[in-house]
């Protein structure tokens, strides 16, 4: 077998037992929610979904955005739609334990482009730093009033973002960085290749939107089973933002569980704004927020695979003409 097949056989054995685990702990939430059916019906909205799945396309578009903006000014690279398919096909790569594989795919991806091997590196290392910087500074924002309990952990997010913003500075950055491609056998990125610290600040800014668009999804997610005030997008922007920062700094692919996790614990007090003041009330509102946040995982799987799909499409290498 011809070392590129192995690989890819790897990977796609790898993916597949991660998404049986995450099959598996969903089919325990649906069993739990079809106990609780048979003592208090739940019932599900799923009109709610479609505006939850457009918000995190929307989400993934940015992502793109800002990731190609990056680019741009490291590389100047054109064919926009395909580097944007290439993006979207390779965030698949998440799911793989490790991180790699993302940026792996990325790189097969985007080498028939023209674009070099440096180029693709350094603006997927520094559209996940700002990611996390970006996520981060909203969570302090849309928190901070509605979830003081949790303000120790928002400090030491924050100060995580923090030390990210200095890492990405080009006076620290490309000091670091440029020993790791030494190492490894790859030439220095060059001085005309650097980014600016305004082009690593407007990236940051260019991350935002995906912030309040993560915000609707879950707002959306969660109308199908609660009808919440459209005023609680701005605290589940928060939400979103937060469960995504600990999911990335985690290691775990895709922040399977600690996604999860976080929102539903968050998603609580919110949840309880909602619902009659009556003893059982903070039952159903752990019921609900772990329903709310499987079905959250779910619209996120099938955007990501669907947007995979196309991103693998529009990427793909084109055969020379003889």
């Not at 990731?67 to 580097?83: E, K, P, Q, S, T």
């Not at 939107?209 to 009808?227: D, I, K, Q």
Request: with cysteine; aromatic share 8%.
């Amino acid at each position: 077998m011809e070392p590129r097949a192995l690989v890819s056989g790897l990977k796609i054995t790898l993916l597949a037992v991660v998404l049986f685990t995450a099959g598996w702990k969903l089919h325990g939430a649906w069993q739990e929610y079809r106990a609780q059916q048979q003592r208090e019906p739940v019932v599900i909205d799923w009109f709610w979904s479609v505006p939850s799945m457009a918000a995190l396309a929307a989400v993934a578009a940015t992502g793109a955005t800002g990731w190609y903006w990056l680019l741009r000014r490291i590389d100047g690279a054109g064919a926009v739609i395909r580097l944007y398919g290439a993006y979207w096909f390779s965030q698949l790569g998440k799911y793989v334990p490790g991180k790699i594989v993302l940026l792996l795919m990325r790189l097969e991806r985007t080498a028939p482009l023209g674009v070099s091997g440096r180029a693709t590196t350094v603006a997927t290392l520094v559209e996940n730093a700002v990611y996390v910087v970006s996520g981060a500074a909203a969570a302090l924002l849309a928190l901070t009033g509605s979830t003081g309990g949790h303000g120790r952990l928002l400090t030491g997010v924050l100060l995580a973002g923090g030390l990210l913003l200095v890492a990405v500075h080009p006076a620290v950055f490309y000091r670091l960085v440029n020993p790791v491609l030494k190492r490894a056998g790859r030439a220095e990125i060059d001085p005309g290749q650097r980014l600016r610290a305004s082009a690593i600040l407007a990236s940051t800014l260019l991350m935002s939107p995906c912030w309040l668009f993560g915000g609707a999804a879950l707002w959306s997610a969660s109308r199908c089973v609660v009808p919440l005030s459209i005023g609680e997008v701005w605290n589940l922007s928060g939400v979103f933002a937060l469960s995504v920062v600990l999911g990335m700094i985690s290691f775990l692919p895709g922040g399977l569980g600690v996604r999860e996790v976080t929102q539903g614990v968050l998603l609580v007090p919110i949840l309880l704004t909602a619902l009659p003041s009556d003893p059982a009330a903070s039952a159903r509102a752990q019921l609900l927020a772990a329903l709310i946040v499987v079905m959250q995982r779910l619209f996120q799987l099938a955007v990501e695979l669907v947007l995979g799909l196309l991103g693998g499409l529009l990427s793909r290498p084109r055969r020379a003409v003889a």
